[in-house]
């Protein structure tokens, strides 16, 4: 192996909510189980191998995998036990690279590069050995792909499930990558599909043997050129172990659609609260608010706005979220399914300006008492500080 020689490593836990309940719960072995959200507009997480024979996956509507598999196990699922197991294989892929990139909870990107001396040039047996040790460790199955980047290290990962272990490497690029279909490359959704398919690209080969113009002309030059780069399988991006978290929200999708404005203004408050929660537990000060509808035909919009002071204070962020709500044209008969709130752009705590600063004392201070309270309680122990007698106390 070349010294320089690019290598990507990604490692991706097997069904891993529904593989934790099944080795921390040996009744459950071999069954049908179905981990998310059991209110009648929950979706699935993860499903078991057994649930998926069925035609169940992660993001299904719950309704519809109970449907699908009417002997499923199905629960709601134990997420700081989750969390704890993530820890516990984060902290076995440390001693296997010193740069790790967590995608998710259950999956990430290790940088094999200028390994040589570890991996002895034997990628298949360092691979291999992962595996069997977050086996050994932890009584749970992981799937692995190792290829020159990190669209290539996914895709590679996901081949073979489960318990898969692929190797990419730069003389069969093509011959792995070119006969699956395009709906493998990394941003191609259902509707971006769709529209490829109607100009007669079905796989990833047929679009890396197109002209680059005639791709730019059909679906323009950005998503073309995103296209082209991929299925040829290039793909330059860092392993980046250090991501800063580039925005914080918050949604919720509800049980019965939001049938009027005022209603989902109390629901945008009390996102807005726990935004702003999150934003001054970091430290944070956002520039940019932006909201998340979903309506009952699943079509979902986003409206944003950037501004010129940032925010962290819940107030500020729902007059920010119900100015852009009340510019948003509902469609007559139309319910809303989901709301969300959420905000970017951010800067560090923010100096006390000596203009109005009197106002941003006591806005402070309030929120001081009511994040401590929230601290030590909960956030439920605050009611939403829409309730305007919090707010008019500020007055």
């Given amino acids: 192996m070349a010294q320089h020689e690019r290598w990507i490593l990604h490692v991706d836990m097997d069904c891993f909510f529904a593989a934790v309940e099944q080795r921390d719960n040996p009744e459950l072995r071999g069954k049908p189980v179905i981990v998310g959200g059991l209110s009648g507009r929950g979706v699935v997480s993860t499903a078991s191998y057994e649930a998926r024979k069925y035609g169940v996956h992660s993001?299904?509507?719950?309704?519809?995998?109970?449907?699908?598999?009417?002997?499923?196990?199905f629960?709601?699922?134990n997420y700081p036990q989750y969390g704890a197991v993530s820890a516990q294989i984060f902290e076995i892929l440390s001693h296997f690279s010193p740069l790790i990139?967590?995608?998710?909870?259950?999956?990430?990107?290790?940088?094999?590069t200028g390994m040589?001396?570890?991996?002895?040039?034997?990628?298949?047996?360092?691979?291999?050995?992962?595996?069997?040790?977050?086996?050994?460790?932890?009584?749970?199955?992981a799937s692995v792909g190792i290829a020159p980047n990190k669209f290539l290290a996914k895709l590679g990962s996901d081949l073979e499930k489960p318990d898969g272990l692929v190797i990419i490497r730069p003389e069969n690029i093509e011959r792995i990558l070119w006969?699956?279909?395009?709906?493998?490359?990394?941003?191609?959704g259902r509707k971006t599909e769709e529209r490829l398919a109607a100009f007669g690209y079905r796989h990833i080969g047929d679009i890396a043997k197109k002209d680059i113009d005639t791709l730019q002309k059909q679906v323009g030059g950005r998503l073309a050129n995103h296209l082209m780069e991929l299925a040829h399988g290039r793909d330059d991006r860092p392993v980046e172990?250090?991501?800063?978290?580039?925005?914080?929200?918050?949604?919720?999708?509800?049980?019965?659609?939001?049938?009027?404005?005022?209603?989902?203004?109390?629901h945008l408050l009390s996102l807005a609260a726990q935004v702003g929660w999150r934003l001054r537990r970091g430290g944070k000060n956002a520039h940019t608010v932006q909201i998340k509808i979903r309506l009952s035909d699943f079509s979902t919009y986003t409206r944003?706005?950037?501004?010129?002071?940032?925010?962290?204070?819940?107030?500020?962020?729902?007059r920010e979220a119900k100015n852009l709500f009340d510019a948003f044209a509902i469609p007559a008969g139309s319910g809303i399914r989901l709301l969300g709130v959420s905000c970017s752009g951010f800067d560090g705590p923010s100096e006390i300006s000596l203009f109005n600063g009197e106002e941003k004392r006591k806005k402070e201070s309030l929120y001081s008492a009511i994040d401590k309270i929230k601290a030590k309680f909960g956030e439920g122990k605050i009611g939403h500080l829409g309730e305007s007698r919090v707010f008019d106390s500020l007055k």
């Fill in 59 to 73: 993001a299904m509507p719950m309704a519809v995998a109970r449907r699908k598999c009417p002997d499923g196990i």
């Fill in 75 to 77: 629960m709601q699922g």
């Fill in 101 to 112: 990139e967590p995608l998710s909870i259950d999956e990430g990107f290790l940088d094999l």
């Fill in 116 to 141: 040589e001396r570890f991996t002895k040039g034997r990628l298949r047996d360092y691979g291999l050995k992962l595996k069997q040790t977050i086996l050994a460790e932890t009584g749970l199955v």
């Fill in 179 to 188: 006969p699956l279909p395009i709906s493998r490359i990394w941003g191609v």
């Fill in 241 to 266: 172990p250090l991501r800063e978290v580039q925005s914080i929200g918050k949604e919720n999708t509800f049980e019965e659609d939001l049938k009027s404005r005022p209603e989902a203004e109390k």
């Fill in 304 to 318: 944003q706005k950037t501004l010129t002071e940032a925010v962290c204070y819940d107030e500020d962020i729902y």
